[in-house]
């Protein structure tokens, strides 16, 4: 499936975003090499009817005939009584015991752009591949994050690692309008200033010293399914940075559409609602 | 590109097999992730007509027009001056200057029967994610690998890896066969054993200790290009086993499938023709 | 730290063992590791007297001098009040938070001689580096696994991965023993057949066809903690195969002399007592 | 081998530095790793006197008593017909041949500060393990990269990777001096802002989108030896930017000194002198 270009763009902060490029392998395809083990194949999501065979996926009501509270079936066929659930018991099953080696069956390569800020927390996750915009080979776009002033204000009181500094003043809505204003103001300084070196003839790769990790620059990553469920744990968390949390959490989105039943049977423990 | 239970299974040995199950990515979206570093996209395959743009896939000519000994295109349209060689340039500059990070951009899942002996090899590639059945959960299969005279035969005094042991008599076409007949003799021997402990209430993942490395199994495979790319350098070269060479060789030609422009830039560096 | 080959083996099953070859780095230097983060290096083990500022590690007492309930530490030298705990507190929030990556700067590199059928298993964990024998260059000692009586009578009934194929007898103490002396039968058949091959011609790489999973082997296994740690969850866990928890068990007691305080942190995530 | 932190710190850059902090495995380890495949073990360096067994590492002369053209050794024990090359020679054959595993049983873990520019280009090696500073728990010191003149003048004509924008000047002396100005101004200005912002209540992981990529940060970087033998052949390349090769050319150093044999097997393949 692959999407091209055309695809849709997330847009994220003032100038990001996050991009499918291209997903493999189905929830199916994570039971089928799951099953490698038993040489028994996919057997079908949902509950069967076990008169006529059909899987069932409408509404369900207890079964008269049966285990009293247990739901059935009316296929239309005359078949009314269900069989064991389907593949998704197995593909839970496999999510809570930590077998993750299904989930390398199937993957994702998304186009990120996002502040280098974000970028270098990104690429801390060694099992992804990268291809990033190099700032040797072309001069970085004029694009910066400023942070918005709610996201300035975020009340980070319960979350150290976002904390100030000690003896730091408590940060008020009008300081948060002026550091957006230094910010703006030093990121057209070293704009015009790298503009200045290279045309001075500073080599690219040097010139490049004055961009601050403010700036935004773009990349493809790529990994199986099983990375980006780690990738989605540690930074949709809590305790993750802000910014980096809300490309994380677009990541899940895309993992929702691409792998439904994997995102359900995974959501909970990756601290998504 | 899924291509199901319903795709191609490319017999090897006596019960083996190599079967695609899925790839991903493309020559084109390597190059696309190899333009990450410039911004510049895939700007297309192929010499372009300078007049028209198009990009040409015929035959090519001297053009009278311009630099002696240079071929030209006539595009039907007036124009018949080509312009620079299109991407397979740059394709074929990430591989031979091994920029190695745009073919982890696609990839391939196969799924593989082969003798434990083969699979034990195989293992050993660490970056591809696997998934084998299981003789703690499943009995395995009754077929087991017996090597053709002829490939018993294979003269081997110049691979010493292959070699026999040191005072061992020179192989004759009476002993090798008489060696066929010794392995299957003993395959079903070791058969006979093993279900007749599975039956007396041995637990499977003990009487399995019976069953010899000859034995088949099943496991799929999946990795990105680079990896797979890896992988037939050592096992498609003279000194990997004949056994695993004939599974590599399967291997390659998927990619030369799925992969076309890669494989020309690669096939040589491979080792293969 | 390299032991050499004067170091202990640790025998296992009844011709296997584990013995350690190296160890690196420290509890301290994951540590000064974690610590690269706060640039604030090792700040020593236990609490410290507040008066004399020795760390302390004898029998702890309440403190009457301060707050209510708190111990302190007799140092002898008038000191006896503790200050903030020491640096195992790091290392545990470190464990319990899988901020993991400090434990990749340790490591330990063993060796290891196991039945095939474990090393199989082992060499699941891709993250270790191997170095094993190989039957293409060696004909495999004749050593092979008979599991004791004791161990296939193991009831695992709680247990369906170790379990028997359906329609079995249940094992009977004669039955094991039966089982135990057709798999020596065997063994010593297989030894037979393999060295009649190699003194007949057949190349080492193809009469290993015959030997069975059960023979034994050796190799070299080396990774950081964290990835020690990681298989020593799966593989000391109760669904894991018998044979292999004795291994992994090992590995967990030599984690355990090179790196106290890790595995002090990490024993009771990792299932072991 | 634990250094701790009396080790001896390689200046680099302005204000960098690379210090090894632990080396673990030898020379001599690869060779017993390597062996494992043979069971034979380390068999020893240099040749052997036939005649009293003892290793050769003085003066060769022409063996009267033998081949013609074969140096000999005089061990002065009589003995003098060396035996064959000792373990240099399978070290040399390992390397030659890309049997990599057994240089992944020997390893380094090193201390870094360099500017973030150059982290970013290092931390692309995902085989490596590290821990870094981070600007969201401790605000990075101010300390910055400003090159050199030299370093500025460096003819860059046969490098396009280390080029200028088309249309650029030509580099003066008196343009780089000017470059320089201008980075110290714009660090001193980043800088100010920086702890402004900081002061006013900016949360630390916010406050640091003013920093350049120019300042420096510290990191741990710890992996196998073939994996730093990967990044030297990368790094030290003629076409690495010139800063991350100054860092690859001591990694290079220190592993010349804990794996002297190593690095002479391989640093020709290396492009190291």
Redesign the interface.
């Known amino acids: ?2 999407l091209g ?1 055309d695809n849709v763009r997330f847009p994220l902060l003032d100038h990001g975003y996050v991009q499918l ?6 929830d199916e ?1 994570i039971i ?3 099953r ?4 028994k ?1 996919f057997l079908g999501w949902g509950p069967k009817c076990r008169a006529c065979g059909d899987a069932f996926d409408g509404p369900e009501r207890d079964c008269p005939d049966h285990i009293v509270g247990r739901p059935y079936v009316d296929c239309g066929r005359g078949g009314h009584m269900f069989d064991a659930p389907g593949d998704e018991k197995l593909l839970k099953f496999l999510w809570d015991n930590q077998h993750s ?2 989930f ?2 199937a ?1 994702m ?1 998304i ?1 990120v752009k996002a ?3 974000v970028l ?1 927390e990104w ?2 996750h ?2 992804q ?6 700032a ?4 970085l ?1 004029n694009e ?2 400023i ?1 918005s002033i709610e ?2 204000m ?1 009340n ?1 009181k319960t979350n150290k ?5 000690k ?6 809505e009008e ?2 309008t ?2 957006r204003r ?2 703006e103001d ?1 990121y057209v ?2 704009e015009d ?1 790298y503009q ?19 700036r935004y620059s ?3 990553a ?1 990994t ?1 399914l099983r990375n980006w469920c780690g990738f989605i744990k540690l930074r949709s968390a809590p305790n993750a ?1 802000w910014e980096i949390r809300q490309y994380s959490n677009v990541v899940a989105s895309l993992i929702k559409e691409a792998f439904p039943r994997t995102y359900e049977v995974a959501k909970s423990s990756l601290g998504l609602e």
Chains 1, 2, 3, 4 share one sequence.
Do not use: C
């Open positions: 499936m692959d270009l490029v291209e997903s493999w392998g189905s395809q089928r090499s799951a490698m083990s038993t040489a194949g080696t299904p390398e069956f993957g390569t186009e502040p280098i800020m270098r690429m801390r060694r099992t591949s990268f291809s990033e915009m190099s040797r080979y072309t001069p776009p910066n994050y942070p996201r300035l975020v980070s690692q976002a904390g100030t500094i003896g730091a003043e408590e940060l008020t300081w948060a002026r550091f230094i910010l030093q300084n070293a200033l200045h070196a290279l045309q001075g003839g500073v080599p690219k790769e040097l010139a490049r010293l004055i961009v601050p990790v403010g773009v990349m493809r790529s199986d940075q």
